[in-house]
């Protein structure tokens, strides 16, 4: 494990953003992970391929598993929904080694990525500042942001 200055400013980093950035780089780093499965598969990297898929599935987890469905409503119920599929697409990539399954988890989590880039600006049909609505739905914690930085 590494533990050095670059660790250190990882850490500091996730524990002063707040919750709606968190999730942005929750968002990036499952496609960033997704990408390296994808190259792993390219390379007929069995173990790294693995490896990757399970770091998304972590950051994917923890995203479903944050969810507050009490105050989210459809929008949590839906979300929901979403971040099983990932997790099936993922689990049936890592198995099969097939890469359409990757490609298809890596357009979800960006085109749920670029949704909650609008939210954040203002842009989108729900505004994060006024509402909070979404933002009562990914009750992100601590624990979310370790999964980020250490997956």
């Known amino acids: 494990m590494n533990?050095?200055?670059?660790?250190?400013?990882q850490v500091n980093q996730?524990?002063?953003v707040n919750g709606s950035k968190l999730i942005l780089?929750?968002?990036?780093?499952?496609?960033?992970?997704?990408?390296?499965?994808?190259?792993?598969?390219?390379?007929?990297?069995?173990?790294g391929r693995g490896l990757y898929i399970s770091k998304a599935q972590k950051i994917i987890n923890e995203l479903e598993?944050?969810?507050?469905?009490?105050?989210g409503g459809q929008?949590?119920?839906?979300?929901?929904?979403?971040?099983?599929?990932?997790?099936?697409?993922l689990t049936k990539a890592n198995i099969s080694g097939e890469v359409s399954d990757l490609r298809v988890t890596l357009k979800?989590?960006?085109?749920l990525k670029g949704a909650w880039e609008k939210?954040?600006?203002?842009?989108?049909?729900?505004n994060l500042s006024n509402s909070g609505s979404?933002?009562?739905?990914?009750?992100?914690?601590?624990?979310?942001?370790?999964?980020?930085?250490?997956?």
């Open 3 to 9: 533990n050095g200055p670059a660790k250190a400013y």
């Open 108 to 111: 979800m989590v960006n085109n």
């Open 14 to 16: 996730v524990s002063t």
């Open 25 to 47: 780089m929750m968002y990036d780093g499952a496609i960033r992970f997704i990408n390296e499965a994808i190259l792993k598969v390219g390379a007929q990297d069995v173990a």
């Open 65 to 71: 598993n944050s969810l507050d469905k009490k105050r």
């Open 119 to 126: 939210v954040i600006n203002g842009s989108g049909s729900t």
């Open 75 to 89: 929008v949590a119920v839906n979300l929901e929904k979403a971040y099983q599929e990932m997790s099936r697409r």
């Open 134 to 151: 979404l933002r009562n739905e990914m009750n992100l914690s601590k624990t979310a942001a370790n999964v980020a930085i250490n997956a």
